[in-house]
Every structure is written in C-alpha cells, then in structure tokens.
C-alpha cells in the first residue's frame, strides 16, 4: 500500500511546484496588478478577452483555495504580495516539470478557447522519461497489490498503456508467476489514445522487459508471442467488443478523459464477473492547479471526488467496488 509519509511528501511539494507555475503564467498576464482593485469575474473577461468563463471559473477556485486570492460581493482581489518559488519537488524529474510547464503556459489560449489535443499537448520525449518516475511505479505496485489480480487469469486491458513501461511491469508480474509457461493463461493488451506512444512501447517491449528480468536476448525471443497486444484506442470508445475482458486496468488515465463514459466502456468490455481496477488521484487530494493545467487538453475532465465516482460507477452497473487512500486505488466487479 501507498505509506502516508510517500503521500504527504508528494503533495507538499508538488501543490507548491504546481501553484507556481499557474501563478507565474497569470502573473505574466497582468491578473495580480489587476486585482489590486475588486474585480467581477466579467471585468476579469472583459479585460484580458477571455471567452472561456466556466474555465475561468475554475482557475479563480483554484487561487481561492490556497488565499491566494480573496471573493466578497462577487469581487475578486489579491490577498497580497504575489510570491513565486521555484520549487523542485524531490519525486519529479525535468521531463515532468518540462511538460508542466508546458501546459501551464496555454492557460490563456485556454481561456480563450484554443485547446492542446491529448496527443499533441505533451512533448512525447518528456512524457516517455517522466513515466519512468518512481511515483508512477509506486501507484502501479499498490494498485496490483490491492487489486490482488496475480492469481487471476484470461484477457487482461492495461487503457492508456502509453510507453508501455507500466504494460512491461505487469507482463513482468505475470511472467515471475509462471503465467507464460504453465496452465495458468493470461493474454495482455493495451491501448492509448497517442500512437506515438504505442509505437515507443512496441519497439521498446522486449528491451524494457530485459531490463526487468535479467533475461538473454534469445530467452527473451522465446517468449515474443505472449508479447502484449497493443492498439490505438480512447477509455471512452474501447476498441472491442463487449465481455471480451476478464481484467481492465487504468492508471492515471481517467482525469484526461470523461471519466462517467470511460467507467461505463470499462463496464462494456469486461466480463459478468470481472475486475476493473487502477489508480486516479481524487479529490480533495488532487491539486487544484494541476486540474487548471489538465483541463488545457480537449476533453480532459479533470479531477474529481470519490462521490462522484462513486455515482459513476453505481449507474455503471457494477456489482462492488473498494477502495484505498490517500492515493486512490480502486477496484470493482461487475
Ligand atoms: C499519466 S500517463 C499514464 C500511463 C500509464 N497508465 C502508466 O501508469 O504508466 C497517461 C496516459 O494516458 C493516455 N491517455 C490520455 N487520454 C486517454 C484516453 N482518453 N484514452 C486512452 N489513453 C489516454 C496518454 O496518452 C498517456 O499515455
């Protein structure tokens, strides 16, 4: 399981990294000078042409969550002196702070009304290396240990797989179980909706699993055929047919996406009996200014609470669901 200290530590530092670069951007916009005097959220449109007033919204929440600004009367003003730290928080790497960045400076095209796709809105290198970052390792291993999906066997959907680093963990997991060579029968799949992405994870498979496992290339080659199965596909629109899974898993994927519609394909594609589980950073946890970043992508929706998930998955149809804190692993049968 995920331990409190990991958590606390990761959202310390990256709320204050996340913070900055949002303020930055608006600082760079004029919003603090301008908010010396009370402002409605119209003025604050009108002044920068903004059409986007539901995401402005959203980004004037996000400063009133942490005092950064205040609200009275329908009035927006700063709560004082602007400070910006560069923080670099310990759990990240450049990469990850690069497409941050990245996505925080298309605040005001957002605003706007000019949207990243998904797969354009990062820059595939960074994207590539950041998945590589301990943290997202951490999420995977607590939501397997919780899933508790080892003994488990049939078809198996890793949704949005992107370089495949995390498909490798899992086919790694499966092969120490003896799943490749025994009775015990476990077919992988993955899709994502970047086929940059499955192309980095295709070509780079047999390498990562190596890594991994220690193995010689030609012990490695026996195995090419039990290799996962990757396609182009979106959480919201799975490409296969209906039943067709006996376990689904998505980790970091649903607040990109509409999370109601990826949980309803999710019910579609697995088996009467069959698990869905994954991670995805809930609300209150979740950060508020990365929600701002997230939600530059078109379609993205964003964070949300375990309520609304919950609610979700009920009108889903599925038979149970738990879950684990403070990062939020879910699993759930249908
Ligand atoms: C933060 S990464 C997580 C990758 C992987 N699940 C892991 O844990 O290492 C998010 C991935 O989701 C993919 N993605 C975003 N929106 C998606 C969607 N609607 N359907 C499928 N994949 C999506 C992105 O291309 C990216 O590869």
């Known amino acids: 399981m995920l331990k409190l200290g990991f958590a606390s530590k990761l959202s310390k530092e990256t709320n204050l990294f996340y913070k900055n670069i949002v303020v930055e951007v608006l600082q760079r916009e004029g919003w603090f000078s301008f908010l010396e005097e009370p402002r409605s959220l119209e003025d604050i449109a009108n002044k920068f042409d903004y059409t986007d007033k539901d995401y402005l919204k959203e980004i004037l929440d996000a400063l009133l969550s942490d005092d950064t600004i205040t609200f009275k009367e329908d009035r927006y003003k700063t709560n004082g002196a602007i400070d910006i730290v560069d923080v670099k928080p310990q759990i990240f790497n450049e990469s990850i702070m690069d497409y941050s960045r990245g996505y925080a400076k298309s605040i005001p095209e957002r605003l706007r009304g000019k949207y990243h796709l998904v797969t354009t809105g990062y820059n595939l290198f960074n994207m590539d290396d950041a998945l590589s970052l301990q943290m997202y390792k951490t999420m995977r291993r607590s939501a397997f240990a919780f899933g508790n999906v080892v003994n488990l066997k049939g078809k198996f959907l890793d949704i949005g797989c992107g370089n495949g680093i995390g ?151 599925f038979k149970e669901m738990s879950f684990s804190t403070p990062l939020t692993i879910f699993k759930l049968v249908k």
């Open 167 to 317: 498909t490798a963990d899992i086919w790694t997991l499966y092969f120490e179980n003896n799943y490749f060579n025994h009775h015990k029968q476990i077919e992988i799949y993955g899709i994502d909706v970047n086929s940059d992405m499955l192309k980095i994870a295709e070509e780079e498979f047999p390498l990562k699993i190596k890594n991994i496992l220690s193995l010689s290339n030609e012990a490695i080659k026996q195995y090419e055929g039990k290799f996962p199965k990757l396609k182009e596909g979106t959480a919201i629109e799975i490409p296969f047919e209906d039943n067709y899974f006996d376990i689904v898993y998505i980790s970091q994927v649903l607040h990109w996406t509409d999370p109601r519609k990826a949980i309803k394909e999710m019910y579609r594609v697995v088996k009467p009996g069959g698990i869905v589980f994954g991670t995805s950073i809930l609300r209150p946890m979740a950060n508020e200014y990365l929600h701002v970043n997230m939600k530059t992508v078109q379609g993205a929706h964003g964070f949300f609470t375990k309520k609304e998930m919950k609610t979700w998955i009920k009108e889903a149809g």
